[in-house]
Structures are given as structure tokens and as C-alpha cells.
């Protein structure tokens, strides 16, 4: 234990953040997204770790899975392969510096804040069935906002990709 | 169960504790988590390689011709020449191509591929993780098989292999959601994410019959739907459009030589039949016997006999149905599979409230069935088909 952490959680945590370093510092934009996928990886084994099952295969089947693939898809369909740049780090890396330590301090405060004053609680057993139940119950709203909000995105997916009417010869 | 077929039942697990208890206490759990692994490394890549055999005798027979028969008797010891042909082979890589990607795109596949067995129930207590959410996991995993295919295409800086891989990876997410929904259905009923759960819940029997779910109306248009997706998944035919020879050369593993061929080609059959091994547990009772009279024969014989016809459809369906088309793959998954997987959720779940009795029976049966012939009636209109005509070159 080095500083109360497992060495298995230092040792998935480091190569979360390599990886999204790497995402960062790559020059070639398919290994940068091929790196996030390893942060996306490293995620769910930290979920895995927390015993929360569900989260951690959801992160799977929808970060590696579905994002990831986007990502790549995105990446080949914008852009011409092979083109690597010439400058990785920006010219203006004091400010970027400066921001990047600003909201890593902010998160710092958040997460410090959060833990509890009196002492280690006992994490109670969330199973998938309790998840279930929670989505039909409490978060029925979110649910359903979420559904319309898939439905409308599929939609638009369509509408974009549909091929337009042709015009007719005759007209001008 | 007692009595000498109850013993060879529990065979398999009597030895995994009777080798585990020749190590001290806590080293126990480590090496009985191990024997199973080593279980299954060993049974699927061996059933992989009698898959091989059987495809290219079957296929043959299809095609009026005999298939391998020079190896061993009857060409059995095949697999063993294409092993170690593979493995003499020469790895070519291509000069331009991306040497970490193109190497880590099979490893990739393989490890998703044999992870995905961990929740796979075997036999009964054959299981090697007893996950709370186990189905999915291998859904989870299956889905990062696609990433893999990816890899595989791009770094081979090729553009066949760019083209089958991203026909490949279209086709891959198109079916997984009908996957899901169709998997879905049983885990409504069932009440649980865990494959062992999924099983034992179909092991009861009326009369001599069993409660596998395929003998329900919406098990059955589930199993249907279920399957069709996952031969799409696994770029089995008639959906093997993405590795069609007459296509794309050979599509995203272009190319790859030597060992690496074998490993994707090892990462695919493996896949196929992992999901063959999820068909039969969510649908057609995963161990148990068809019959109660059968019940005392050893539960993990069943599993391999079913794995074995699921195989031999597979082969059949490969051997006699025309390849489907990019966009005729894709109107059918986004079109047709689809709604029906949708349709049967909520015929599922009118099956679930409307309690026993003949009457739930009829309605899901009339209700599936219209749906069927109403959707296929409304979209083979738009398709225009006629009697057939012939051109011949002038």
C-alpha cells in the first residue's frame, strides 16, 4: 500500500494517464485516439475496482466500442492519413500551462472536499437490479429526455446523410 | 445428482478442486482460477481446429466435391498442416505500414476473443467468473473485437484493406444493437444479467418438454433475430461481404502472412463460436437436457453437442445462401431486424403480465407473425423484384 492506495490501483492508474498523455502528445492523430482508448480502458478497470460492475462494462461497451470508433471514423473521414504535424507542443504553452494548473486545482478543492469527516463509510452493494429500479423510479425524467434525445440525434444522422432531391431539367 | 452420472457430471470440477487442493491454502483460489483458464485455452482452440475440418469437408459435400482427405483419415489431422504451415510461414510486412498497430490488431482480437469465454456456463457449476452482469461483459467485449478490425485495416496503409474494414466496422455496429435488444428480451424475463441465472431459469420441464425459451413465441423470434445478427457480427456468411475473396482480396487482413493470418483467423472462429455459446445459453437452455428422460447424460455433453449443431448450421447456411450486399446488409439490419427486435421486447412483456394460460399464446404468436409478414410484404415492394431475366454478351 503506498500511500493508502493498492499497487493495482497506481498501477491501472498509470497507464490511464499515459494514455491520455499520449492522446495529448502523439503526432499522429489515429495513435492519439488509439491512446484515448486506452484511458477509456483504464477507466473501466478503475470502475471494476470500485465494485461498480455495470459502470465499468458500460464504459466498455460505449466508450471502446461506440466512441472510440467514432473518434477514428471522424478522424479518417475529415482528414487525409499520414498528415503529421510539424509542431507538436503550441507556441503558447506558458498560458496553456497556467489553465491546465488552474482547473486541476479546482478539481483538486472539489474532490479534497468531498470526503467524508467521519472517517471511511461502509460502501453499500449496488446491484444492476437496484440500477434498474432506480432508473424506472427516480430518474424516470432523465430517461426519458435522454430516449428523446437519442431519437432526435438518429434523426438529424438521417436527415444529414439522405441525399438531396434531384432537380428536374427542365426547371432553372 | 448421485450415482455414477451425477460423478461424471461434476467431473471436470472434482478435478479442478482435487489439483487445487495439492497447493497450500492460500495459494488455492490462484490455482483453480487457473486450471479453468488452461480449460478453456485448451477445449475452444481444439474445437476451433475440428470447426476447420468439418467446414471444409461440409462445404465440399455442398459443393459436390470431397474437401480435405490427404492428412490423417478422412483429413482430420488438417488443422495440424495449416498449424504448422502458418507457423513456418514468412511475416511480411509492408514497408509503410504502421508497425505497432499492425502487429497489436490481431493480439487485440484474440485477447477480447478469449476473454468474452469467461462468463460463457459450460456445464452446471462450470462457470469461470459468476458475474452479477456476465452477459454483459461479453457484450462489453465483443464490442471492442470491432476496434481491433480497424486497427487492422488502417495500419495495413492498403486500400482494400481500408475499404473492408470500414465496411467491416459499418456492418459490425449496424447489428449490435439488434444484438442487444434481442439478448435483451430474455434478460426481462429472466430477471438477471447472470448467465448462470439465464440458464438454470430454463431448466424446468412439462411433461418430458424443457422451458428453453426458443419454444415461445417471442424466444423464438428473439433466437432468430439473435442469430441473424451475430453471423453479421462475426463476418460469417452470408454477411461476409467485408472478406469476401471476390471482393476485396481479402479485406482488412490483406495484408497480413504467416502467423498473424492464423491468429485472426483463430480471433474470428472463436468469436463465432463464443456467440454461438451465448445463442444457446439465453435461448436454447444452455446445458440442459431437450428431454426430462435425458436429464441424468452430463450437462457440459449437451453444451458441446449443442455447440456442435450450432456449428454445423453455421456451415450449412455458409454452403447454401448468396452473400448479401453493403447496402442490402444495412437496409436489413436498420429496416427489418430492428423494428423486430423492438416489436418483440413489447410482446415480451405483454407475454410477461397476461399470465398463464393459451390466451398469451395467440396474441404473441398473431402479433409476431403479423408484424413479420407486414414488414416483409411493405419493404420487398419497394424492392421490384420479377420474374427472372437473362442478358448474354452479344
Known amino acids: 500500500m503506498i500511500f493508502g492506495l493498492t499497487v493495482a490501483f497506481v498501477l491501472v492508474a498509470m497507464v490511464t494517464v499515459a494514455g491520455a498523455m499520449g492522446a495529448a502528445v502523439m503526432r499522429n492523430v489515429v495513435h492519439c485516439a488509439l491512446s484515448l482508448t486506452v484511458t477509456f480502458a483504464g477507466l473501466a478497470i478503475l470502475f471494476l475496482q470500485l465494485d461498480a460492475q455495470f459502470a465499468g462494462f458500460a464504459q466498455v461497451l460505449v466508450y471502446v466500442g461506440a466512441v472510440a470508433i467514432l473518434v477514428v471514423f471522424a478522424i479518417l473521414l475529415t482528414r487525409g492519413v499520414g498528415t503529421s504535424l510539424i509542431y507538436v507542443f503550441s507556441k503558447q504553452w506558458t498560458l496553456g500551462l497556467g489553465i491546465a494548473a488552474a482547473v486541476f486545482a479546482l478539481l483538486g478543492w472539489a474532490v479534497l472536499k468531498s470526503f467524508p469527516v467521519s472517517g471511511p463509510v461502509a460502501a453499500s452493494e449496488v446491484t444492476v437490479k437496484d440500477i434498474g429500479a432506480a432508473l424506472m423510479n427516480q430518474y424516470v425524467l432523465p430517461l426519458e429526455i435522454t430516449a428523446v434525445l437519442l431519437t432526435v440525434a438518429m434523426i438529424g444522422a438521417v436527415i444529414v446523410a439522405m441525399p438531396e432531391k434531384k432537380v428536374k431539367e427542365g426547371e432553372q | ?394
Open chain 2, 1 to 394: 445428482m448421485n450415482g455414477i452420472w451425477g460423478q461424471l457430471d461434476q467431473i471436470f470440477v472434482t478435478l479442478q478442486h482435487w489439483v487445487a487442493g495439492l497447493f497450500p491454502v492460500w495459494l488455492q483460489p490462484v490455482v483453480a482460477t487457473l486450471i479453468a483458464v488452461v480449460g478453456i485455452v485448451a477445449a475452444f482452440p481444439g474445437i476451433f481446429a475440428l470447426t476447420t475440418v468439418l467446414e471444409r469437408k461440409g462445404l465440399g459435400r455442398i459443393q459436390n466435391r470431397i474437401g480435405p482427405n490427404r492428412v490423417g483419415p478422412l483429413g482430420l489431422f488438417q488443422p495440424i498442416a495449416d498449424g504448422i504451415k502458418s507457423l513456418t510461414k514468412e511475416d511480411i510486412v509492408p514497408v509503410s505500414a504502421d508497425g505497432l498497430v499492425h502487429f497489436l490488431a490481431p493480439v487485440l482480437l484474440v485477447l477480447a476473443v478469449f476473454l468474452g469465454y469467461a462468463t460463457l456456463p459450460v456445464g452446471r457449476n462450470m462457470v469461470l467468473l459468476n458475474m452479477d452482469a456476465g452477459l454483459f461483459f461479453f457484450f462489453a467485449i465483443g464490442a471492442s473485437t470491432e476496434l481491433s478490425i480497424f486497427m487492422a485495416g488502417w495500419s495495413s496503409r492498403n486500400k482494400y484493406s481500408l475499404l473492408g474494414a470500414m465496411r467491416a466496422v459499418a456492418q459490425m455496429i449496424s447489428y449490435e444493437v439488434p444484438l442487444l435488444l434481442s439478448s435483451v428480451v430474455v434478460v426481462m424475463i429472466t430477471g438477471s444479467l447472470s448467465t448462470v441465472k439465464i440458464v438454470e431459469a430454463q431448466g424446468g420441464f412439462t411433461g418430458i418438454f424443457p422451458h428453453w425459451y426458443v419454444f415461445t413465441p417471442w424466444g423464438f423470434v428473439g433466437f432468430v433475430l439473435f442469430v441473424t445478427a451475430a453471423l453479421a457480427e462475426t463476418n460469417r456468411s452470408p454477411f461476409d461481404l467485408p472478406e469476401g475473396e471476390s471482393e476485396l482480396v481479402a479485406g482488412y487482413f490483406t495484408e497480413y502472412s504467416g502467423f498473424k493470418f492464423a491468429l485472426f483467423f483463430l480471433g474470428e472462429y472463436l468469436g463465432m463460436l463464443s456467440i454461438a455459446g451465448f445463442a444457446i445459453t439465453l435461448f436454447l437452455g444452455g446445458w440442459g437436457a431437450p428431454f426430462s428422460f435425458l436429464a441424468f447424460l452430463p450437462s457440459w455433453g449437451w453444451f458441446f453437442l449443442k455447440l456442435l449443431a450450432g456449428i454445423g448450421f453455421f456451415i450449412w447456411l455458409r454452403g447454401t445462401m448468396p452473400r448479401l450486399r453493403q447496402d442490402q446488409l444495412m437496409n436489413f439490419a436498420w429496416k427489418f431486424v430492428l423494428p423486430m427486435a423492438l416489436l418483440n421486447l413489447v410482446v415480451a412483456g405483454a407475454w410477461r403480465f397476461m399470465g398463464d394460460g393459451w390466451l398469451r399464446w395467440v396474441v404473441s404468436t398473431a402479433v409476431l407473425g403479423g408484424a413479420y409478414v407486414l414488414l416483409g410484404s411493405v419493404l420487398m415492394r419497394r424492392q421490384g423484384i420479377g420474374p427472372r431475366s437473362y442478358r448474354y454478351a452479344e
